[in-house]
């Protein structure tokens, strides 16, 4: 029995996940070109998608999803899709198309769902909606997925008042590099940032996923208070935090997504950063050093970058604090590990 992750490192964001070698879930399809470059490789290993889970429409997210859409050959076997979609805004139903949000992608993907009857297609996902999370987690056997975020009070929000009109645009999907004053990780650490205000990034979809006794936990883009709300609610606190065999940070790694209570909450080895253009922030890598706790004493913290990044630390500082810094496309668990 295995779980196994595969990141297509320069399509934006887009994972697969291939359980006990027979269901795979595509989760989020990074940019267009770049993910049908990607995935063209992926082709003899995964001959079919069972289930595609669209987190939030960043078009970092949004644009390779829509192409498996067009995919006669993947359309034919995918079962289900997860994907919220704002029925009662204006967004997909005006012509409005920037280069953060992408509602000309959201709107084709719709399209073409209408002209397949055999997907399931299951909306209203947020936390502690245990309609939907029922219909999902008999899915898969030996899989549950426990959705975090959004909560109801968000996606309702996003859902009557969401005006693209209102959007500031951008010209990217990433953050701004910070200008750092130090280099010393206990300095860029304690910093203090704004978090996340992003409303595509507040509506991102965030899940624990357990498969047989391991936890997997997968960010999106989400907001990090909802997100540690959510665990909060679900029993987990800094005396009784949850441990993780995996947590995929949120939003490339940048540090408005990221804070001290989260890193409290959690117990890991292994930190998952998909990075885009300009993240991660070299503070979030000084967060998880200084702050971040693994389930052993001895363990190192690994942090693992699907592509390679600009900054590192010295070796004294990855001998002190703990940690280190590697490059990685996939990562398999069995029972054999």
Known sequence: MSIKFEFLPNAGEAILITIDNSFTILIDGGYSHPFKKEFSRKRKSIPKIDMVIVTHIDRDHIGGV???????NYLNNIKYLIF?????CNLFH??????????????????????????????????????????????????????????????????????????KIRTDVCDNLMDNQTDD??????????LDGKIPNKSSIAFLLTYES??????????????????????????????????????????????????????????????????????????????????????????????????????SEYNHFQFQINYLDELEFSDDN
């Open 66 to 72: 829509v192409d498996i859409f067009k995919d006669q």
């Open 84 to 88: 919220n979609e704002p029925e009662r």
């Open 94 to 167: 005006r012509p409005h198309k920037t280069n953060n949000v992408s509602a000309s992608d959201g709107n084709s993907l719709l399209k073409l769902l209408e002209k397949n009857e055999n997907i399931r297609y299951i909306k209203s996902t947020y936390f502690q909606n245990t309609e939907v999370e029922e219909k999902i987690n008999h899915i898969v056997q030996n899989v549950t997925i426990k959705v975090l975020s959004p909560n109801k009070q968000v996606l309702d929000e996003l859902l009557s008042v969401w005006n693209p009109d209102k959007f």
């Open 185 to 194: 990780i206990k300095a860029l650490a304690q910093q203090d940032y704004e």
């Open 214 to 315: 391991r936890n997997f936990l997968l960010l999106g883009d989400a907001h990090i208070t909802q997100v540690n709300e959510a665990l909060k609610v679900l029993g987990y606190s800094t005396e009784n935090p949850i441990h993780l065999d995996l947590v995929k940070l949120s939003h490339h790694g940048s540090i408005k997504n990221i804070n001290k209570e989260f890193l409290d909450l959690i117990r890991t080895d292994k930190y998952i950063i998909c990075p885009c253009k300009k993240l991660p922030n070299k503070e979030t890598i000084a967060k998880i050093a200084l702050y971040g706790k693994t389930k052993g004493e001895k363990h190192i913290k690994n942090i693992f970058v699907t592509k390679p990044i600009k900054f590192k630390f010295s070796e």
